[in-house]
C-alpha cells in the first residue's frame, strides 16, 4: 500500500477529530455546566458514553486511527528499519486492533 | 540499535529548533504533544473501559481514587494534556492546509535578493501567530477550570 | 569580512592542518556549506559582524558523517539526488538524445519550475532538515525539491515515475513541514514549498485520478529572421560527428 493512503487517512481523521474532540471537551469542560470533579461522576461519565455512543463511536476509531498512524511515523523515522519495516506496521496495526477491541467492547457492554 | 556517524544526527537533534524559524519550534512542539497525547490516549480508553465493570460504578470510582490520590499532579497532568490537544489540533488545521491543500506557501516565483521565501511568507506567520494566540487563551480557560474550578458557563 | 575569510586567516596563520571546503567564494558553487552558530549557512555568504558574537562557533554540517574537521561526506546527499532522476524524462528516449529539432518552453511555463532550477546542491537543506537528523532514510528537502523541479517541466514525461518514486515510506510524506530547509537556502529555491507542490501532485493522481499529461513534442529549431534573411550567418556547424544526429 502506498504511504499516500496513511497519510490520507491520517488527514481526514484529524478533520474529523477536531469537531468530535471539541464536542468531547464541551461535554467534560466548563461549558458542561459543572465543576469538574462533578463530570467525573459515574452516572454523568456513563450516561454521556449511552447517550453518545456513535459520537463517542466515532472519537474512539479517528484517535486511535489517527494516533498510532503517529506513532508509526514516528517509529519508521527513529528506527528507520531496512528489511523489517513490515514488522513495524504489524505491530501497530496489532496495537490499533487491541485499543479498538477495548473501547468498542466499553461502548458495547455500556450501551 | 546501531550508533548513528553522522554528527549531531538523532532525536535531540531534530527537535532542537535554537536558531531556527519559528515553523521549526511549532515542529518540535506538534511532535512532542503528539507523543504525549497518544501516551494519554492509551491510558484513558483502559480508564474509560472501568465505566463497563459492572453497574454500580465500583471499579469506576476506585480508578477515579487512584487518580485522585495523585492530588495536584493529576489535574495538572490533565492540564497539560489539555494545553497539548488544543495545540496539536490547532496547529494541525494549519498542516492540512499546507500538506493537503498546498496552502499558505505562495507560488513559485522568480527569486530576487533579499531572498525571502514565501512557504514561511506573511500567511503562514499569521496563521502561526494566530494559532498560538488562540491556544494559549483556552488553555488558560482550561486552567482556571481544572485547577482553580473558575470559568463555568451555566 | 565573511567566515570564510576568517577560516582561511586560520588556516594561513594559526593552524595550517584545518581542514574545510571552498571554491567560489561567492554563493554560487555551494562548497562552503558549515554550521555557524548552530544553523547551517554558506560560509562565504556570512559577514562575521551580524553573527553579534565574539566567539563564532563553526562546526560541520548536522546530519552528515565527518571526514575532516569542517570537511563531511555528502556521498549520501548526492545519492538521494541521483535517485530522484533529475534529468528530463522522455518516452522516446532516442528523440532526446538524438534529434535535430528542440523542445521549447514558453515564458509562463518556466516560471512553475525556474525557483526550483536555482539550486546549487550546498546541502544546508539536507543538513538543517529534522527529518534527516533523525531518519537517514529519508530522501532529504533538495531531492524532492529537484524532483518537483522536473514534475513541473513542461518536456518532462516522467510524472508517474517520479509520484512512484516520492510516494514512499522515507520519501515526500516524512516532510513536516518545519521550513528549516527554506530558512536556511541561500539562493530562495524554497525547498518546503517545492514539495508541498509535489504533495498536491501526488494526491491529484490518487484521489482525483489525474493522469500524466503527455509532453510537448520537439520543433524544428528557430531561425532568427537575420539568419534567414542572410545578414547574419547561421550558428556554427560544427561538423560531422561531433554532434550526435540521425
Redesign the interface.
Known amino acids: 500500500m502506498?504511504?499516500?493512503?496513511?497519510?490520507?487517512l491520517t488527514y481526514i481523521t484529524a478533520m474529523v477529530l477536531i469537531f468530535v474532540l471539541t464536542f468531547h471537551f464541551l461535554l467534560q469542560g466548563p461549558l458542561a455546566g459543572k465543576s469538574f470533579e462533578d463530570t467525573l461522576a459515574f452516572s454523568y461519565s456513563r450516561g454521556n458514553l449511552v447517550s453518545f455512543e456513535v459520537i463517542f463511536g466515532l472519537l474512539l476509531y479517528t484517535a486511535i486511527l489517527h494516533g498510532l498512524n503517529g506513532l508509526r511515523?514516528i517509529a519508521?523515522?527513529?528506527f528507520?528499519p531496512?528489511k523489517k519495516?513490515w514488522l513495524l506496521n504489524l505491530i501497530v496495526v496489532a496495537l490499533m486492533a487491541f485499543f479498538l477491541a477495548l473501547g468498542s467492547y466499553t461502548l458495547i457492554m455500556v450501551g | 540499535m546501531k550508533k548513528?556517524?553522522?554528527?549531531?544526527?538523532?532525536?535531540i537533534?531534530?527537535?532542537n529548533p535554537?536558531?531556527?524559524?519559528i515553523?521549526?519550534w511549532?515542529?518540535?512542539l506538534?511532535?512532542v504533544t503528539g507523543v504525549v497525547l497518544i501516551g494519554y490516549l492509551m491510558a484513558h480508553i483502559f480508564e474509560t473501559f472501568q465505566l463497563s465493570v459492572g453497574t454500580t460504578g465500583t471499579a469506576w470510582n476506585n480508578t477515579m481514587n487512584v487518580l485522585h490520590s495523585l492530588g495536584p499532579l493529576e489535574l495538572v497532568g490533565l492540564w497539560i494534556v489539555a494545553g497539548s490537544a488544543l495545540y496539536h489540533g490547532a496547529n494541525g488545521i494549519r498542516?492540512i492546509l499546507?500538506?493537503?491543500?498546498?496552502k499558505l506557501?505562495?507560488k513559485?516565483?522568480?527569486?530576487v535578493y533579499p531572498?525571502?521565501?514565501?512557504?514561511?511568507g506573511r500567511n503562514?506567520k499569521i496563521v502561526i501567530w494566530t494559532i498560538t494566540g488562540v491556544v494559549l487563551v483556552l488553555w488558560v480557560w482550561a486552567g482556571l477550570y481544572l485547577l482553580a474550578g473558575l470559568g463555568v458557563v451555566q | 569580512m565573511t567566515v570564510l575569510d576568517a577560516l582561511i586567516e586560520v588556516r594561513e596563520k594559526r593552524d595550517s592542518s584545518l581542514g574545510y571546503r571552498h571554491s567560489c567564494g561567492m554563493g554560487i558553487c555551494g562548497s562552503c556549506g558549515v554550521?555557524i552558530?548552530?544553523?547551517p549557512r554558506l560560509a562565504c555568504q556570512t559577514q562575521v559582524s551580524i553573527l553579534k558574537t565574539d566567539v563564532i562557533r563553526v562546526?560541520?554540517?548536522?546530519?552528515?558523517?565527518?571526514m575532516k574537521d569542517l570537511v563531511?561526506d555528502i556521498t549520501p546527499f548526492m545519492a538521494m539526488h541521483k535517485s530522484v532522476k533529475p534529468y528530463i524524462m522522455r518516452k522516446d528516449v532516442d528523440e532526446r538524445d538524438h534529434s535535430d529539432r528542440e523542445y521549447r518552453v514558453l515564458s509562463e511555463e518556466v516560471?512553475?519550475?525556474?525557483?526550483?532550477d536555482?539550486c546549487i546542491m550546498c546541502g544546508l537543506c539536507y543538513s538543517?532538515c529534522?527529518?534527516?537528523?533523525?531518519?537517514?532514510?529519508?530522501i532529504g528537502p533538495q531531492a524532492i525539491a529537484q524532483s518537483y523541479r522536473y514534475m513541473?517541466d513542461p518536456r518532462d514525461e516522467g510524472w508517474d515515475q517520479r509520484i512512484d518514486l516520492l510516494?514512499?515510506?522515507?520519501?515526500v510524506?516524512?516532510?513536516?513541514?518545519?521550513?528549516?530547509c527554506?530558512?536556511v537556502?541561500?539562493?530562495?529555491?524554497?525547498p518546503?514549498?517545492a514539495i508541498?507542490?509535489a504533495?498536491?501532485e501526488?494526491?491529484k493522481k490518487?484521489?482525483l485520478r489525474r493522469k500524466a499529461r503527455i509532453g510537448a513534442p520537439p520543433v524544428p529549431p528557430m531561425v532568427s529572421k537575420a539568419v534567414k534573411q542572410g545578414v547574419m550567418p547561421p550558428p556554427f556547424d560544427f561538423g560531422e560527428g561531433s554532434v550526435s544526429r540521425k
Not at chain 1, 2 to 8: A, G, L, P, Q, R
Not at chain 3, 59 to 66: G, R
Request: proline share 7%; hydrophobic share 35%; aromatic share 12%.
Open positions: 502506498k504511504e499516500s493512503w496513511s497519510m490520507i511515523v519508521l523515522e527513529w528507520h531496512e519495516a | 548513528d556517524p553522522r554528527y549531531k544526527s538523532g532525536l537533534s531534530s527537535l535554537f536558531g531556527y524559524n515553523e521549526r511549532s515542529y518540535a506538534h511532535r498542516l499546507n500538506e493537503m491543500f498546498g506557501v505562495g513559485p516565483i522568480l527569486p531572498y525571502s521565501p514565501t512557504s514561511l503562514q | 554550521t552558530e548552530g544553523v562546526e560541520p554540517l548536522h546530519s552528515m558523517s565527518v563531511v516560471r512553475r519550475f525556474l525557483q526550483f536555482y538543517a529534522p527529518t534527516v537528523a533523525l531518519d537517514p532514510a529519508y513541473a510516494d514512499t515510506s522515507h520519501g510524506w516524512r516532510c513536516h513541514v518545519a521550513g528549516a527554506s530558512f537556502c541561500p539562493k530562495d529555491v524554497d518546503a514549498k508541498q507542490m504533495r498536491k501526488i494526491l490518487r484521489l
